[in-house]
T-cell receptor, first 111, second 113 residues
Framework: GQSLEQPSEVTAVEGAIVQINCTYQ??????LSWYQQHDGGAPTFLSY????GLEETGRFSSFLSRSDSYGYLLLQELQMKDSASYFC????????????FGAGTRLAVHP | KAGVTQTPRYLIKTRGQQVTLSCSPI?????VSWYQQTPGQGLQFLFE???????NKGNFPGRFSGRQFSNSRSEMNVSTLELGDSALYLC????????????FGPGTRLLVL
């Protein structure tokens, strides 16, 4: 089976940097994705890692290490609007177009 | 390009009833996936359709079904509603290539009383 684990909550202050980790157990997958979801909203794509290493998209970066079964999302220069839930997800090779999501990390950014 | 649209946005039903939810994908996207989101179970994959065929299915009972039309619009149906079916139902569309981003619609929030 496939499972992803991430912390349930993270708190940080404006302007800071926060890292949200995601560890997974899966037999194989195309890549690791990150989604942001504000309360009452839909998940919005943030970043995708098909290969090991760091992907940078503005203030957000994502990292993947397949050998360590580990990835993370790095958010820099935190803003109040970054307060949301963040989900890691994998698309398994056994189920094309089927995303398996972690339980989500609720990020609270304080002034 | 217009995003993924879902109708209705909110729905209240009673136990035993059935419900049909609709999803219109981004123009040109032929793959539509459906997810259920609840506080207890998180985001769970229901099924995926491509070219009017169901290609993948999650671990949900047969009361949950779907279909896709030739214009890629998709519907999902839940029969004999149970209280536990109260959830946010999300559909996502994408181009049919591994690693392509899935774009989510705003969801339909279903409340079963």
């Amino acid at each position: 089976g496939q499972s992803l684990e991430q912390p349930s909550e993270v708190t940080a202050v404006e302007g800071a940097i926060v890292q949200i980790n995601c560890t997974y157990q899966t037999s194989g997958f195309y890549g690791l994705s990150w989604y942001q979801q504000h309360d009452g909203g839909a998940p919005t794509f943030l970043s995708y890692n098909a290969l090991d290493g760091l992907e940078e998209t503005g203030r957000f970066s994502s990292f993947l290490s397949r050998s360590d079964s580990y990835g993370y999302l790095l958010l820099q220069e935190l803003q109040m609007k970054d307060s949301a839930s963040y989900f890691c997800a994998v698309e398994g090779t056994g189920g094309y177009n089927k995303l398996i999501f972690g339980a989500g990390t609720r990020l609270a950014v304080h002034p | 390009k217009a995003g993924v649209t879902q109708t209705p946005r909110y729905l209240i039903k009673t136990r035993g009833q059935q419900v049909t939810l609709s999803c219109s994908p981004i123009s040109g996207h032929r793959s539509v996936s459906w997810y259920q989101q609840t506080p207890g179970q998180g985001l769970q994959f229901l099924f995926e359709y491509f070219s009017e065929t169901q290609r993948n299915k999650g671990n949900f009972p047969g009361r949950f079904s779907g279909r896709q039309f030739s214009n890629s619009r998709s519907e999902m149906n839940v029969s004999t509603l149970e209280l536990g079916d109260s959830a946010l139902y999300l559909c996502a569309s994408r181009n049919d290539r591994a690693g392509e981003t899935q774009y989510f619609g705003p969801g339909t929030r279903l409340l079963v009383l």
